[in-house]
């Protein structure tokens, strides 16, 4: 299986609660984050901080293939953390970090995941480099449009 580790961090000028709103509200982020073709609700968690959330997310990147998987929303720190796992092509964890900056806001994401489609496992001893790049191409589409929404969401 290939199995990867990444760690994104975001500088966006905009306030913490502006970018956390963004970032929270993830049935929206196709509207903004290039790559991101889908993100459907299966299940809206409970209370305000959608814990046991479920999402069926479809990403689409540089590369001729999709990648197909559901979310789920296990902790929730207003303003600090979202934590969940991911099953489907892809089988793994993510971790956002917000903090308040003195220019706005930092947002890091940790992404720890392996692929689990056999043509893609094939490919990893290869194509590990090609993967890396195409997450960071995504990853910067996801900054340019949190950081564009976020000041639109600010006024």
Known sequence: MGSYRFHTIWSVAAPLQAVWDVIFDAERWPEWWRGVEQV???DHGRGELKI????EQVWRSRLPY???FETVTDRV???RLIEGRAEGDLRGTGVWRFDAASDGTTVSYDWHVETTSRRLNKL?????PVFRWNHDWVMRQGGK??????AVTDR
């Not at 990893?124 to 590990?128: D, E, F, K, S, Y």
């Open 52 to 55: 046991g959330s479920r999402t």
């Open 77 to 79: 720190e207003p303003l």
């Open 40 to 42: 459907r609700a299966l």
């Open 145 to 150: 449009g949190l950081a564009e929404r976020a």
């Open 66 to 68: 999709s990648v197909r």
């Open 124 to 128: 990893a001893p290869l194509a590990r």
